[in-house]
Structure formats: C-alpha cells, structure tokens
C-alpha cells in the first residue's frame, strides 16, 4: 500500500468522514441457629428468728457532727467533661480507569503514541481488565486503510486503541497509534467515564466541551458522505456529536492517527 494517511486525511472534514466509516469496519472485524434456656426458681426456706439486744451502757455521744471538710471521706463527684464525637471519613469511589486514563492529544494515562504495543496493551489490562476484542496483526486492508504492512486493534468495551508499523509518529516498527472512546449514537458503555485533562467525555454538553477547550470547532454534519456532526481541536483530538447546539453532547473521541477507509 503505498497511499499514505496523511494524503487520505488532509483535512479535518475528510479525516473524520474517513475514520467514521473506519470505526463501523473495525467494529465488524473485531466482533469474533437459636439459643433457648431455662432457669428454675428455688423455693428460700424462712426461719422465725427471736433475739433480745442486750441493755446499752454507752451514753450517747454529745459531740457535734464535724463540718471540716477534711473530715468528709465521700469520695468527690467529678464531672465527665470528655466528649465523644464521631465523624465518618471522607472516602474518594472515582474508578481508578477514571482517575489514570486521561484522554490526551498525545496518548491515553500514562501511555504515548509511538509506544510499543505490549506495554500498552499491558498497561491498560491492568486497570480495566481483559480485552473484549482484538483483532491480532492482520493486514491493513482486512479492516481499514492504514499505513504500514500489519495493523492492529484492541478493544476494552468501547474503548479501543489501534497500533501498526507505519504511522505520522513511528516508521519500520510496530508502535501504539491512535484510540477510540466511544461509538456513534450510543453512550453509557463500559468502561465508563474517561475523560480529558478538563472533564470533557462521553455525554459531556457541547457548551462545557468548549469551556474545556475554547479553541474547538463544532461543525455540522454532511449527510452527503456520510459525516455526522463533529467537534475539532486538532489533528490528533477530534470526535462526534448529536448535534451543534449548546445542549448537545460528544459520543466519540478520537485521538492520535486513525486508519482511512
């Protein structure tokens, strides 16, 4: 193959037609006892008891009471003034994919594009688990247009990272290239909540997109070759929308070099 990305993809508006139709092809090819007692009572036996007290001969004592305080051998009441208050910890429940894969223009988490694929596919297993897909080395043109001589995808739900040997990042070795967070016209999959560096995910309204970045374009969709409505910040961070108005929300984000179709 020797049509380049970069010349399948030299604008925004075909880049994202193609990696729309890229998605929907990658998708097809990825889909291979109690306690009981008794007490007896006893009766008590009574007695009749007589006794006669022997006749006093101590004269009562006509000593006053002593009103020393030394002399009070009750012992002092000493008020409690210790006070006991409990308060329940304060505890984060944010999933750690959450908190680690931070969708970037340049990588996800910890993970950068011209990284080796092991690595991170190793890294991303170990924070969301095994994958749901992968559609092993195969060549470019089983799924998609991509550079290179093999490609590669792997998919966590609807999370899924591409790799191949060829790309505007990496020439001649196998390397990690592009992801996709998100499928066209559905949001609430797993792994839920991912989101860039400023909150921005799936389902995110189009107004805080651009609070999150002022920059970003959103554009209509052109029904002609297929282009939903999209939003731009940059080669390597894009996705899609229901639509352009403020209430609207993104349902796809790309990052990195996709495939063309």
Do not use: K
């Not at 097809?28 to 007692?37: F, V």
């Not at 966590?156 to 990496?170: C, K, M, P, R, T």
């Not at 899609?240 to 609207?248: K, R």
Request: with cysteine; aromatic share 6%.
């Amino acid at each position: 193959m020797s049509t380049r990305m970069s010349d399948l993809l030299s604008s925004p508006r075909t880049r994202i037609a193609a990696l729309v139709m890229c998605s929907s092809l990658l998708v097809a090819a990825c889909s291979a006892g109690d306690d009981a007692s008794s007490t007896s009572t006893l009766p008590i036996p009574t007695f009749d008891v007589t006794t006669t007290a022997p006749p006093s001969t101590t004269p009562p004592s006509t000593t006053a009471p002593s009103t020393d305080p030394a002399d009070d051998t009750t012992p002092p009441t000493v008020a409690d003034t210790t006070t006991t208050t409990t308060v329940p910890p304060t505890t984060t429940t944010e999933p750690v994919a959450v908190q680690e894969l931070i969708l970037r223009g340049d990588g996800i988490g910890s993970a950068r594009f011209g990284a080796a694929p092991e690595g991170v596919i190793e890294y991303v297993t170990s924070i969301l688990g095994g994958n749901t897909a992968d559609t092993g080395w195969v060549d470019p043109l089983t799924f998609a247009v991509c550079d290179g001589t093999v490609a590669r995808r792997v998919d966590w739900g609807v999370l899924s990272l591409l790799f191949s040997d060829l790309s505007d990042v990496a020439d001649g070795r196998r390397h990690f290239m592009g992801y996709e967070y998100g499928r066209d016209g559905q949001v609430g999959d797993e792994p839920i909540g991912l989101r860039t560096a400023g909150g921005t995910t799936l389902g995110s309204r189009v107004v805080d997109l651009l609070a999150d970045f002022p920059d970003a374009s959103v554009n209509p969709g052109e029904s002609d070759i297929d282009i939903p409505d999209n939003f731009y910040v940059s080669d390597h961070f894009y996705g899609l929308l229901t639509g352009t108005d403020p209430q609207d929300v993104v349902t796809v984000i790309f990052g990195g070099y996709g495939c063309g179709a």
